[in-house]
């Protein structure tokens, strides 16, 4: 087997002399809370100074649980994280749950040892929670110190998603590990790093590993090709506890997260729909058993768990047949289908030629675009043409860690063509990911 480590950190060595400061960051205001931390010096205290962004849902009396979104390795990715409260499309999942949605960004040098951070017990676990409940203190949600969590981790992030699943299976609702995955004590070769524990406990919580098949599945040379080896390994020791675990490839990806929200936003929401407690401070409930399907590794297809053929121990697990057939379409080509338009856009304000408005992401495939219509006629798109390099387009624009770009776009169009003196009527559609338009 592979050694992890040179996966894992890989991503370290992409940050660009563009990078900005880690002080070039989102503004905060209600619904947004943010708070810094300083690096300490304390023994086994994190060693890097770090920021945590939330947003909270408007108009939500009491959080349910809160969805952290966390970066990779090195300066581009841990800046990434600085926009990751900010995602329409995590909101729109989030808000579903009445949850929160937290995304941390930690001021890594780019040379420095992610080890550090992304192993949640060098401070990174203190610091997460200690940062739960001073945001709760200032959005006026205490309850945010105790509600569970939906862990997504990209590279680095991935492995300290997973470490904190295995440290916390009690609080962790499911946990998607894109690219990266907890070293744990069946791995071998790990002299300067201290392995995870594995215990029986993890068997309850659902887990996704998702990876690009150029990761070494397809692709067996290269930076990032120890990444198959890891996860196959990870899978195959969870699943050995009856664990609810399942792996799904991105076709056409290597370390960069390409399309991978069209499938894991649908499979956390199935998993928090399930597992989320009705009454704040009960128990997680149990997945349940009769809905769900199973797959074999690196298969193309997925059977109800009760018709399964193959061997049962070994297989993965899907939470039910849409989230299969998501997977099915994710694995082959990533065109995850959608049928429904996304929501209309609400607010929409003109004076003096400026139009604005707000906007809610599509929780299947997020917002592309906007449509301006002047007096029933398309004159303008918002962008004026979205892009996306890992990608679908989005309007927010996506960075390789899967978080919007900075400066942060807004929902703003000038009509420099307007009739002066006529009165115009205006309309804004939203334009979700796979073509449809709003009501």
């Avoid at 082959?332 to 707000?358: I, K, N, S, Y």
């Amino acid at each position: 087997m592979r050694p992890l480590l040179p996966a894992l950190l890989a991503f370290a060595t992409l940050a660009t002399a563009q990078e900005p400061p880690y002080d070039v960051v989102p503004d905060v205001a209600p619904p947004y809370y943010r708070v810094r931390y300083e690096a300490s010096s304390e023994p086994g205290a994190l060693i890097f100074p770090v920021k945590y962004t939330v947003w909270i849902p408007p108009g939500v009396p009491t959080l349910r649980g809160v969805v952290v979104h966390q970066h990779g390795c090195g300066e581009g990715s841990c800046k990434s994280g600085l926009t990751g409260a900010f995602d329409l499309h995590w909101q729109a999942l989030a808000k579903k749950h009445h949850c929160a949605l937290l995304a941390p960004s930690y001021e890594q040098p780019q040379d420095a040892d992610c080890q550090m951070w992304c192993d949640p017990r060098n401070g990174s676990d203190a610091a997460f929670q200690k940062a739960l409940a001073d945001l709760g203190k200032q959005s006026g949600h205490a309850e945010l110190a105790t509600v569970p969590w939906a862990l997504w981790g990209h590279s680095g992030g991935g492995h300290w998603a997973g470490g904190m699943t295995l440290l916390h299976p009690d609080r962790t609702a499911a946990a998607v590990l894109r690219s990266g995955v907890p070293l744990f004590e069946a791995n071998p070769d790990r002299s300067s790093i201290q392995p995870h524990t594995l215990d029986d406990d993890v068997a309850a919580v659902p887990i996704l590993c998702n990876l690009g098949t150029k990761e070494g599945v397809t692709v067996k040379e290269g930076r990032f090709a120890g990444a198959w080896a890891a996860n196959e390994a990870f899978f195959t020791a969870v699943r050995a506890r009856g664990g609810l675990i399942a792996v799904s490839v991105d076709p056409f990806t290597s370390h960069e997260c390409g399309n991978q929200r069209y499938f894991t936003i649908p499979w956390l929401d199935a998993c928090l729909t399930a597992r989320l407690p009705e009454k704040p401070g009960d128990p997680l409930k149990p997945m349940p058993t009769s809905s769900a399907w199973l797959a074999p590794l690196l298969g193309t297809s997925a059977t109800p768990a009760a018709k399964y053929q193959g061997e049962k121990a070994t297989a993965m697990w899907l939470p039910n047949g849409k989230i299969a057939d998501k997977w099915r379409r994710y694995t082959r080509d990533t065109a995850v289908p959608d049928p429904t338009p996304p929501p209309a856009p609400t607010a929409l304000r003109h004076e003096a030629g400026v139009l604005t408005w707000q906007a809610e992401a599509d929780l299947e495939s997020g917002i592309s675009h906007f449509i301006i219509l002047r007096d029933g006629a398309e004159i303008a798109t918002v962008p004026d043409k979205p892009q996306n390099p890992f990608g679908r387009a989005l309007f927010q624009g996506l960075q390789y860690s899967d978080t919007p770009l900075q400066p942060l776009v807004e929902m703003t169009f000038t009509d420099a063509t307007a009739e002066a003196g006529k009165n115009h009527e205006y309309r804004v559609l939203s334009v979700n990911t796979v073509g449809l338009r709003s009501e």
